[in-house]
């Protein structure tokens, strides 16, 4: 049981200054993550590697009173980094949603899709587009999609997202061809 895993655990206890041994632990590998995240959006953003992290922390501290119990209750560390990609992912989006409002220059215009999955720094309306697919592939093939969440949006590579899921590198490799050929076909589809 890893470091990360026991802290989790105390702070299921109950155990108050748990908490704050949790973020010096994950704090590296998590700026990591939002670095390479970051490293694919366009430049001039107001958001960077470091306010995604922290962005990204206050939705998962663990001693939050705004949160029912005080504590979100991650299993293990691999549960711990799989609700941080989707932390950041989700920051991604509203950003993206946000800088699409009108007032932000939203008006809309319209993108013709070449048949790549959709790069995170894309246009606020090919990353929302990419979203819409992405939650519709969640509620079709989880695990898929969380590896999509995972691959793309943290920058991990398909090596590393296996090991993340514990799950094999050939099974994760049929999930992404999979994956991407199914968002592909969904993103063609809509107008």
């Known amino acids: 049981m890893s470091d990360v895993t026991e802290i989790l655990n105390a702070i299921d206890a109950g155990d108050g200054r748990a908490a704050a041994q949790l973020l010096p632990l ?19 953003q107001t958001l960077d590697a470091t306010g995604l992290v922290h962005e990204a922390w206050l939705r998962l501290a663990p001693d939050r009173v ?14 711990f980094f799989a609700a941080a990609a989707e932390a950041m992912r989700r920051i991604l989006v509203e950003n993206a949603r946000r800088k699409k409002r009108q007032r932000h220059g939203g008006d809309r215009q319209r993108v013709e899709w070449n048949g ?18 992405l939650e519709k ?6 695990p898929a ?19 993340a899921l514990g799950m094999s ?7 992404w061809a999979y994956a991407r050929a199914w ?9």
Not at 137 to 142: K, Q, V
Not at 145 to 163: I, P, S, W
């Open 26 to 44: 994950v704090y590296d590998e998590l700026r990591r993550l939002a670095a390479a995240q970051m490293a694919r959006e366009k430049p001039g």
């Open 66 to 79: 705004d949160k029912p119990g005080g504590s979100p209750g991650f299993a293990n560390r691999r549960h």
């Open 116 to 133: 790549a999955i959709p790069d995170p720094r894309a246009l606020p309306d090919e990353l929302l587009a990419f979203d819409e697919a």
């Open 137 to 142: 592939l969640a509620r079709e093939d989880a």
């Open 145 to 163: 999609a969380e590896l999509v969440k995972l691959h793309v949006f943290t920058g991990l590579t398909l090596e590393e997202t296996a090991d």
């Open 169 to 175: 590198r050939a099974t994760v490799y049929r999930h």
């Open 183 to 191: 968002l592909r076909a969904t993103l063609a589809s809509e107008p």
